[in-house]
């Protein structure tokens, strides 16, 4: 199997990263991206951790040393869309939870506690 070419990308801030093969680039291109060449010192690297995939930002002058700790020059991460993502918006409630009645107005599971205090004094 032919390996695949690797893009340098870099978005509206300078950030770069490093996606493979024309049909990742291609994804990138209408979210912002732009082919760019490889990272000078002063910009900063989507980076992803081989064993815990988290992803991190780090500055181009250390990307060597970073990667020594497991971590890879990689694509930045999935866009999230905050009036659709299932993390961030509330789900609507189910019927069940829906038909539930209301609780009462009196809370009868909390005691009062008596201070001996009276309103007024």
């Known amino acids: 199997m032919a390996t695949k070419n690797t893009y340098w990308l870099a978005d509206g801030y300078g950030s770069k ?3 493979e093969g024309a049909d ?20 900063m690297v989507w980076m992803r951790h081989a064993v815990h995939s988290g992803h991190a930002q780090f ?4 990307v ?11 694509p930045p991460p999935e866009p999230v ?3 659709h ?13 829906v038909d539930k009645p209301v609780a009462d107005s009196q809370n009868t599971s909390t005691r ?3 201070s001996g205090a009276k309103k007024g004094n």
């Open 17 to 19: 990263a490093l996606v």
């Open 24 to 43: 990742q680039r291609d994804r990138w291109l209408p979210l912002g991206w732009t082919v760019s060449g490889e990272p000078a010192d002063g910009d």
């Open 112 to 114: 009062t506690a008596d």
């Open 85 to 97: 993502d299932e993390h961030l918006v509330d789900v609507t409630p189910s019927a069940a939870e």
């Open 59 to 62: 500055s181009a002058g250390v």
């Open 64 to 74: 060597d040393t970073w990667k020594a700790l497991g971590w890879e020059p990689s």
């Open 81 to 83: 869309d905050l009036l």
